[in-house]
């Protein structure tokens, strides 16, 4: 379980987040929505151990953040929303270098499957020439090579096609539900988030988002 305990950001005087708390259980997937600067980047940059809250306490099972961060880095898979890979190198020379310097060993082909269930298939192509929608799947590929626990998705299908976003959406259902990863999402696309996510966190004080997943029977609060 993952556990928020009065998660406070402020950023100079500018307050993001107010004394946020909530839990998720393995094998939810959970939806972070708002609007542009309300604070999602901030909350998974928190939850993936690459910002520290200015107040608050975070806990994955028994490990807390403060105390065993290089314990919980092991166990979390995270996508930034720029995305971050080697520009130059193809997506093989990818994979096999993010694979070092993850803490487990996977075979090529191991590699080569996991870009296959992103609908990734372009192994010996420099990522320079691949599209937007292309990098973002390598850069999700690169964020399970080492079998995360936790997976923290920072709008990981903008620009990506319908039917490779409908995929990658199944994909990321049986991560949670066979493999019992905790998923923590976000988008600006309503209906993906209504499809994919078991529980939405509605960030801020503008009630778009909450308005329209209450219409559409979504677990939703506002944090
Ligand atoms: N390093 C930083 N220093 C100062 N302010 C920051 C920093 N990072 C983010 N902010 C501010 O915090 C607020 C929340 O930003 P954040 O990136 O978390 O929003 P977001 O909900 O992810 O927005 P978007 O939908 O545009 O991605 C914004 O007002 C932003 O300007
Ligand atoms: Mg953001």
Redesign the pocket.
Known sequence: MLHLQSITKT??K?Q?LKDVSFSIQAGEIVGLV??????????LQILATLSKPTKGKIHLAELSYEEHTKDIRKKIGYVP?DIAIWEEFTVEENMLFFEKLSWINKSKQQLKQLCLDMELDKWKEPVNTLSGGMKRKLNLAISLIHDPEVLLLD?PTVGIDLKSKMEIGNYLKEQATLHHKIIVY?S?DMDEIIRLCDRVLC?GEDPFYYDILVQKKKNVVTI
């Open positions: 950023y100079g500018k993001i708002g609007e542009n600067g309300a604070g999602k980047s901030t909350m929303q709008e976000t600006h960030i």
